[in-house]
């Protein structure tokens, strides 16, 4: 907790053999989490029921490729729930059934899953991510300004930066793990 330094990290996994990461209140952290891509397929790592809130980038993954298991999370009040260092490094992971603060979908049949899918797109973030010297901008209204207009009018295709199929609804009482695992497929 409350690690805002330039590199304080909540949890950090390098090279983890099927770790296992669940029931964790990360918070206040310049990094709540920060994992690398599995060396091994059989390396995978299993993040589920944690609460993500109050850091900066709730989630960071470096490496390659993705391959965890992200399932029952909270994120909450984070400046940024995901990045990666690649563009895969964060889309290939499983992202079911976590409870997203930005989701902006509905559930009209009441079941706690969210009737669409969360998708994370990458806008003018991209600036600051890729140029170092940017950071210092970010957050500024003229970030917000330059992001807005390049969702209004995009100038290039944004990337996908991760899926979840189904997020579960803030506010609903259920576990969004057997929300998202024992719920029918639609």
């Known amino acids: 907790r409350h690690l805002r330094n330039l590199t304080g990290s909540g949890i950090s996994l390098k090279e983890s053999y099927n770790a296992q990461l669940s029931g964790n209140e990360i918070a206040h952290c310049a990094v709540g989490v920060l994992a690398n891509a599995p060396l091994q397929p ?6 589920r029921d944690n609460l993500l809130i109050y850091n900066d980038v709730a989630m960071f993954f470096y490496g390659e490729k993705g391959g965890h298991i992200l399932h029952g999370n909270r994120f909450d009040n984070n400046f ?10 964060v889309r290939d992971n499983d992202w079911t059934g976590n409870q997203w603060d930005r989701y902006q979908g509905f559930d009209l049949d009441g079941d706690g899953v969210g009737d669409q899918p969360h998708r994370v797109w990458l ?3 991209r600036i600051w991510m890729e140029r170092s010297m940017a950071r210092f901008y970010r957050g500024t ?3 917000a300004l330059i992001d807005f207009v390049e969702r209004l009018i995009p100038s290039s295709q ?7 199929e189904r997020p579960v609804v803030l506010g609903h009482s259920a576990d969004p793990v057997s929300a998202s695992v024992d719920a029918k497929p639609r």
């Open 42 to 47: 059989e390396n995978i790592l299993t993040i």
């Open 158 to 164: 944004p990337n996908l930066v991760l899926q979840d």
């Open 80 to 89: 940024l729930d995901v990045m990666g260092s690649g563009p895969q490094t």
């Open 141 to 143: 209204p003229a970030l």
């Open 123 to 125: 806008y003018a973030d």
